[in-house]
């Protein structure tokens, strides 16, 4: 089954940057022909929307707790999804999933998504 491949994930200082990147197992799933996502989650907590490149509009949504620090676009040369994380806090601290999904419902709704990666921690320390 098609998966998603996530990288880039680390332990930084509170203020840091990292980019994380994401690319889909097989080479004829197309990102730029679905919707496309980043989702955190913490131990003991539901994951979290962080945001989101639409279909077929090509939006931009985020998490109001990311707004302005973080930015997800897409080379669909290279068929990977980026998420650029700036000035980084310790509430960023998570497992970063990358998502795609096809059907319908709430984007900020994880259970609407259809294909997910294995995930890649980020740690920001203080």
């Known amino acids: 089954q098609m998966q998603l491949v996530e990288s880039g994930g680390g332990l930084v200082q509170t203020g840091d940057s990292l980019r994380l990147s994401c690319v889909p197992s097989?080479?004829?799933?197309?990102?730029?022909?679905?919707?496309v996502g980043w989702f955190r989650q913490t131990p003991g907590k539901e994951r979290e929307f962080v945001a989101a490149?639409?279909?077929?509009?090509?939006?931009?949504l985020y998490a109001d707790s990311v707004k302005g620090r973080f930015t997800i676009s897409r080379d669909n040369t290279k068929n990977t999804l980026y998420l650029q994380m700036d000035s980084l806090k310790p509430d960023d601290t998570a497992a970063y999933y990358c998502?795609?999904?096809?059907?319908?419902?709430?984007?900020?709704?994880?259970?609407?998504?259809?294909?997910w990666g294995q995930g890649t921690q980020v740690t920001v320390s203080s």
């Open positions: 097989e080479r004829t799933f197309r990102l730029s022909l679905t919707n």
């Open positions: 998502a795609a999904r096809m059907g319908s419902g709430s984007l900020r709704n994880f259970a609407s998504w259809n294909y």
């Open positions: 490149i639409t279909w077929p509009t090509g939006a931009t």
